[in-house]
Protein backbone atom coordinates (compact mmCIF):
# COMPACT_ATOMS: atom_id res chain seq x y z
CA UNK A 1 0.00 0.00 0.00
CA UNK A 2 1.46 3.33 -1.09
CA UNK A 3 2.23 5.81 2.11
CA UNK A 4 -0.24 8.57 2.75
CA UNK A 5 2.39 11.22 2.00
CA UNK A 6 0.16 14.18 1.48
CA UNK A 7 -2.73 16.27 2.78
CA UNK A 8 -4.80 18.80 1.81
CA UNK A 9 -5.48 22.44 4.69
CA UNK A 10 -6.04 25.94 4.59
CA UNK A 11 -3.31 28.86 3.65
CA UNK A 12 -4.32 31.18 6.20
CA UNK A 13 -7.83 32.08 7.39
CA UNK A 14 -10.96 32.65 4.86
CA UNK A 15 -12.36 36.10 4.79
CA UNK A 16 -16.17 36.42 7.19
CA UNK A 17 -18.83 34.95 4.82
CA UNK A 18 -22.67 35.57 5.80
CA UNK A 19 -25.22 33.53 5.20
CA UNK A 20 -28.98 34.45 5.98
CA UNK A 21 -32.39 32.83 6.52
CA UNK A 22 -35.62 34.05 8.07
CA UNK A 23 -33.61 37.14 9.71
CA UNK A 24 -31.00 34.90 11.16
CA UNK A 25 -27.83 35.58 10.29
CA UNK A 26 -24.80 32.63 10.27
CA UNK A 27 -21.10 34.13 10.22
CA UNK A 28 -19.04 31.37 8.71
CA UNK A 29 -14.83 31.32 9.55
CA UNK A 30 -12.23 28.89 8.24
CA UNK A 31 -8.44 28.43 10.21
CA UNK A 32 -6.01 26.31 9.76
CA UNK A 33 -4.58 25.00 13.27
CA UNK A 34 -1.86 22.62 14.58
CA UNK A 35 -3.14 22.18 17.98
CA UNK A 36 -6.04 22.23 20.14
CA UNK A 37 -4.34 25.64 21.73
CA UNK A 38 -5.38 27.43 18.40
CA UNK A 39 -9.03 25.97 18.41
CA UNK A 40 -9.27 27.65 22.02
CA UNK A 41 -8.02 30.45 21.11
CA UNK A 42 -9.44 31.21 17.41
CA UNK A 43 -13.05 30.93 19.46
CA UNK A 44 -12.24 32.87 22.34
CA UNK A 45 -11.22 36.02 19.58
CA UNK A 46 -14.91 35.60 17.98
CA UNK A 47 -16.43 35.56 21.14
CA UNK A 48 -15.24 38.76 21.74
CA UNK A 49 -15.58 39.67 17.96
CA UNK A 50 -19.55 38.99 18.25
CA UNK A 51 -20.79 39.18 22.05
CA UNK A 52 -24.36 39.98 20.94
CA UNK A 53 -24.20 36.54 19.04
CA UNK A 54 -26.36 33.47 20.36
CA UNK A 55 -24.24 30.84 19.21
CA UNK A 56 -20.69 30.04 18.00
CA UNK A 57 -21.07 26.21 17.13
CA UNK A 58 -17.56 24.71 15.69
CA UNK A 59 -16.11 21.62 14.19
CA UNK A 60 -12.13 20.70 13.93
CA UNK A 61 -10.13 18.13 12.63
CA UNK A 62 -6.31 17.70 13.58
CA UNK A 63 -3.61 14.79 12.37
CA UNK A 64 -3.31 12.67 8.81
CA UNK A 65 -2.86 9.15 9.99
CA UNK A 66 -3.99 9.71 13.52
CA UNK A 67 -7.06 11.45 13.56
CA UNK A 68 -8.60 14.03 16.19
CA UNK A 69 -11.89 15.85 15.80
CA UNK A 70 -14.56 17.31 17.47
CA UNK A 71 -18.21 18.86 16.05
CA UNK A 72 -19.81 21.51 18.53
CA UNK A 73 -23.43 22.32 18.91
CA UNK A 74 -23.00 25.10 21.58
CA UNK A 75 -26.40 24.79 22.76
CA UNK A 76 -28.33 24.32 19.21
CA UNK A 77 -30.56 20.69 19.15
CA UNK A 78 -28.34 17.73 18.89
CA UNK A 79 -26.22 17.33 15.85
CA UNK A 80 -28.07 19.96 13.58
CA UNK A 81 -24.88 22.12 13.85
CA UNK A 82 -21.60 20.57 14.56
CA UNK A 83 -21.77 17.64 12.79
CA UNK A 84 -22.87 19.75 9.49
CA UNK A 85 -20.32 21.88 9.62
CA UNK A 86 -17.91 18.89 10.61
CA UNK A 87 -19.48 17.04 7.19
CA UNK A 88 -18.02 20.00 5.08
CA UNK A 89 -14.20 19.67 6.44
CA UNK A 90 -14.99 15.34 5.49
CA UNK A 91 -16.43 16.80 1.92
CA UNK A 92 -13.84 18.97 1.38
CA UNK A 93 -11.43 16.40 2.54
CA UNK A 94 -9.19 18.96 4.63
CA UNK A 95 -7.41 18.87 8.02
CA UNK A 96 -5.42 20.79 10.56
CA UNK A 97 -8.60 23.12 10.43
CA UNK A 98 -11.38 24.69 12.30
CA UNK A 99 -14.51 26.25 11.27
CA UNK A 100 -16.53 28.14 13.42
CA UNK A 101 -19.87 29.62 12.17
CA UNK A 102 -21.78 32.47 14.52
CA UNK A 103 -25.01 32.46 14.63
CA UNK A 104 -27.44 35.74 15.58
CA UNK A 105 -30.83 34.79 16.32
CA UNK A 106 -33.32 36.31 14.26
CA UNK A 107 -36.10 36.08 16.35
CA UNK A 108 -37.96 33.11 14.18
CA UNK A 109 -36.92 29.44 14.58
CA UNK A 110 -35.43 27.31 11.70
CA UNK A 111 -36.48 23.79 13.12
CA UNK A 112 -33.69 21.36 13.11
CA UNK A 113 -33.52 20.93 8.91
CA UNK A 114 -33.50 24.26 8.49
CA UNK A 115 -30.60 24.70 10.77
CA UNK A 116 -28.71 21.83 9.42
CA UNK A 117 -28.78 23.63 5.98
CA UNK A 118 -27.49 27.03 7.22
CA UNK A 119 -24.82 25.29 9.16
CA UNK A 120 -23.62 23.23 6.66
CA UNK A 121 -23.78 26.73 3.70
CA UNK A 122 -22.20 29.00 5.80
CA UNK A 123 -19.17 26.57 6.56
CA UNK A 124 -19.12 25.55 3.17
CA UNK A 125 -18.81 29.32 1.76
CA UNK A 126 -16.57 29.40 4.43
CA UNK A 127 -14.58 26.73 3.39
CA UNK A 128 -14.53 28.03 -0.68
CA UNK A 129 -13.73 31.31 0.37
CA UNK A 130 -10.37 29.71 1.77
CA UNK A 131 -7.28 28.80 -0.35
CA UNK A 132 -7.08 25.18 -0.05
CA UNK A 133 -3.47 23.70 -0.76
CA UNK A 134 -1.70 20.44 -0.74
CA UNK A 135 1.38 20.01 1.81
CA UNK A 136 3.24 16.97 1.96
CA UNK A 137 3.73 15.00 5.03
CA UNK A 138 7.73 14.83 6.38
CA UNK A 139 10.32 12.66 7.71
CA UNK A 140 13.15 14.26 9.42
CA UNK A 141 17.06 13.31 9.44
CA UNK A 142 19.74 14.36 11.14
CA UNK A 143 23.30 13.58 8.93
CA UNK A 144 26.99 13.52 10.21
CA UNK A 145 29.74 13.28 8.13
CA UNK A 146 33.49 14.16 7.20
CA UNK A 147 33.92 17.72 5.38
CA UNK A 148 35.10 15.86 2.57
CA UNK A 149 32.27 14.19 1.84
CA UNK A 150 29.99 17.62 2.05
CA UNK A 151 29.77 18.16 -2.23
CA UNK A 152 28.41 13.77 -2.13
CA UNK A 153 25.93 14.78 0.89
CA UNK A 154 24.48 17.44 -0.77
CA UNK A 155 23.79 16.03 -4.06
CA UNK A 156 22.05 13.25 -2.88
CA UNK A 157 19.81 15.30 -0.70
CA UNK A 158 19.23 17.22 -3.96
CA UNK A 159 18.35 14.59 -5.86
CA UNK A 160 16.46 13.31 -3.85
CA UNK A 161 14.05 16.78 -3.46
CA UNK A 162 14.84 16.89 0.05
CA UNK A 163 14.49 20.25 1.84
CA UNK A 164 17.74 21.15 4.39
CA UNK A 165 15.93 22.49 7.80
CA UNK A 166 19.43 23.48 8.91
CA UNK A 167 23.51 22.69 8.78
CA UNK A 168 26.72 23.43 10.21
CA UNK A 169 30.09 23.15 8.61
CA UNK A 170 33.26 22.51 10.50
CA UNK A 171 35.94 19.62 10.72
CA UNK A 172 32.63 17.55 11.31
CA UNK A 173 29.63 18.58 8.95
CA UNK A 174 26.22 18.34 10.49
CA UNK A 175 22.78 18.76 8.02
CA UNK A 176 19.32 18.08 9.31
CA UNK A 177 16.55 17.85 6.56
CA UNK A 178 13.14 16.94 5.80
CA UNK A 179 11.32 14.47 3.08
CA UNK A 180 8.65 13.26 2.13
CA UNK A 181 7.76 10.52 4.18
CA UNK A 182 7.44 7.96 0.93
CA UNK A 183 10.90 8.51 0.52
CA UNK A 184 12.58 8.67 3.49
CA UNK A 185 12.86 4.49 4.04
CA UNK A 186 14.78 4.64 0.54
CA UNK A 187 17.34 7.65 2.05
CA UNK A 188 17.58 6.53 5.26
CA UNK A 189 18.77 3.08 3.63
CA UNK A 190 20.86 5.17 1.29
CA UNK A 191 22.79 6.86 3.92
CA UNK A 192 23.10 3.92 6.11
CA UNK A 193 24.99 1.87 3.39
CA UNK A 194 27.24 5.30 2.97
CA UNK A 195 30.77 4.48 4.80
CA UNK A 196 31.70 7.84 6.75
CA UNK A 197 27.99 8.88 7.16
CA UNK A 198 25.73 8.82 10.16
CA UNK A 199 22.24 8.97 9.70
CA UNK A 200 19.57 9.51 12.21
CA UNK A 201 15.64 9.48 12.49
CA UNK A 202 14.51 12.63 14.12
Request: charged residues 25%; hydrophobic residues 35%; neutral net charge.
Amino acid sequence: MATLDTYKTISKPSQEVLFKDKNSKFYGFAFPIISEDDVKHHIETLKKKHYNARHWCYAYQLGIENIRYRANDDGEPNNSAGMPIYGQIQSFEVTNILIVVVRYFGGVKLGVSGLINAYRTAAQMALEDAEIIEKTVDSHFNLTFDYKDLSKVQRIIKDYGAGILNQKFEADCEIKFAIRKSKSDEIFNYFENFYGVTVKRL
